[in-house]
Each structure stands twice: as structure tokens, then as C-alpha cells.
């Protein structure tokens, strides 16, 4: 009930303000993962499992909007104990910070492709400009659903250090983290 009003909600607003048409984020096809550098030898890969989200998207007009929520204590890298230190105080410090944002209001085109999006992260209570690169983006008339359906990949860099991750205690992580989002929404 809840993501039909907000669904809704969001329906109404875009018409009101003419940023778009309303999709609702497919968390069977959405993905958002990460890699890090351990200690100089190996990658340390992870994803989070538990997201939720909505898009405004008018290609005609080159506009979008873009909200997403990802639970950070839904981290899963395969080794429970680096689980347990991302999910801790010195990692994503989920037991304060239970969610991590990703929120824009400009998406940039070539033509008419998609090429970025521009918005800002926000994770374990601090925020930092983000520009998500897409490697493709498209639309098209899904035909179980008979409505069309948006998605691509998308790719950036963070520094761990201008989110304050690992500041009062140096995990044996790079800095650097390349995040990696796969993502598909449904018009409403």
C-alpha cells in the first residue's frame, strides 16, 4: 500500500511539474555492487541485496529525476566477517545509518542517450557529489508487462575517505571503491 501512494504521489507530482513520467525501480533486475583493493593484493567484491527506488524519466524533454535507497546492512560480499566490518561503526555504521541514498535531478545526454547521471551519494551520514557513468541506457515496450520498461549500467568511483568510511580505523582498503549499478524501472 505504502509504494502505491507513493507511486501515486510521484504520478501526480511529475504532471504538476512536468519532469517526466513515473517508473518504479525493479529490484528483481536492479543491482547495485562494489570492488575495492584489499591490502594491495586482492579485490574484495560485494553487492547490497535490499533496494528500493523511483525515476522520472522524459527523454523527449532530455530531463530525470532519480531517488534510490539501498539498506546497507544488506551488504553481502561472501565472507561474513567482512559483512560484519562493513556493516560496524569504522565501515557503513548501519545501526545508525540503516540507508544509503543516491538522489539527482540531472541526467546528462549525448544526442539522445543517456551518457550520466548526476546526483548525490549519501552514506553513513555524509555526502559527496556522484556522477554515475552509463555504459548504455535504453527503454522499450516490455510485453509481459505491456508498459515500458528503462534500465542500464552505470559506473563511478568514491573515495572511502570523503564519505568518512574507515577514518578512525584504517580497514586495509584502498581509498578508491568503483561502484557498479544495474538498474531497470517500470512506468507506473
Known amino acids: 500500500m505504502k509504494r502505491l501512494a507513493a507511486t501515486l504521489l510521484l504520478g501526480a507530482a511529475a504532471a504538476a511539474h512536468g519532469q517526466g513520467h513515473p517508473y518504479t525501480l525493479d529490484v528483481t533486475h536492479t543491482f547495485a555492487t562494489f570492488e575495492v583493493l584489499h591490502a594491495g593484493l586482492s579485490t574484495v567484491r560485494g553487492r547490497f541485496d535490499r533496494k528500493e ?33 562493513l556493516r560496524g561503526a569504522d565501515g557503513f555504521d548501519s545501526a545508525r545509518h540503516p540507508k544509503a541514498t543516491f538522489s539527482s535531478e540531472r541526467f546528462v545526454f549525448a544526442g539522445d542517450r543517456v551518457s550520466a547521471v548526476e546526483g548525490t551519494l549519501t552514506l ?65
Open 124 to 188: 553513513a551520514g555524509r555526502s559527496t557529489p556522484l556522477t554515475l557513468k552509463a555504459g548504455n541506457f535504453n527503454c522499450y515496450t516490455n510485453p509481459l508487462f505491456k508498459r515500458e520498461v528503462c534500465g542500464g549500467d552505470f559506473e563511478a568511483v568514491v573515495r572511502r575517505s570523503s564519505l568518512g568510511i574507515g577514518a578512525g580505523v584504517p580497514l586495509p582498503l584502498a581509498d578508491e571503491v568503483r561502484l557498479f549499478i544495474q538498474v531497470e524501472a517500470i512506468r507506473s
Open 53 to 85: 527506488g523511483t525515476l522520472l524519466f522524459d527523454r523527449a524533454a532530455r530531463s530525470g529525476k532519480v531517488e534510490i535507497a539501498i539498506d546497507t546492512a544488506s551488504v553481502s560480499t561472501g565472507v561474513a566477517a567482512w559483512d560484519e566490518r
